[in-house]
């Protein structure tokens, strides 16, 4: 039941972001407008300009996976995808340098927290030290 619940969630925060794909791509003034404003915001450059809209989708199905990996349990794959993807905003403001650069760190560690914890109780397990 929490799959099909994750999925159905994915595809409701994805819904506003084919939205404002179509209102993009059918006014060219607002397509001029987020040609400057999400590469900017995000720091990135696009190679065409005129792919916005691939842009959009992208950050649509960026949403999508981060609710779906909360929904399903993992939360600190979620939370820390969203810390990584979040933290180009940082940039913005230069009292929050620190920050910006820490929070890729952090957001990388908790996307592998899992992997991480499961290594070491299996470290745990094939120890020679281990009593019991």
């Excluded at 179509?22 to 696009?46: C, D, F, H, K, Q």
């Excluded at 990584?84 to 403001?93: E, H, K, P, Q, T």
């Amino acid at each position: 039941m929490s799959n099909y619940t994750a999925i159905v969630i994915g595809v409701l925060s994805l819904i506003p972001f084919i939205f404002m794909e179509n209102v993009i791509s059918s006014n060219r003034y607002m397509e001029i407008l987020m040609n400057m404003i999400l590469p900017a915001t995000l720091g990135i450059n696009l190679y065409n300009p005129y792919r916005i809209t691939l842009l959009i989708l992208a950050l649509g199905l960026t949403v999508m996976g981060i609710l779906i990996s909360i929904i399903k349990g993992n939360l600190s794959a979620g939370i820390g995808y969203f810390i990584v993807i979040s933290a180009v905003f940082l940039g913005i403001d230069g009292y929050t340098l620190l920050l910006y650069m820490i929070s890729p760190i952090i957001g990388f560690y908790l996307m592998n927290f899992e992997d991480t914890k499961r290594k070491k109780y299996i470290i745990e397990i094939i120890s020679l030290t281990r009593k019991g």
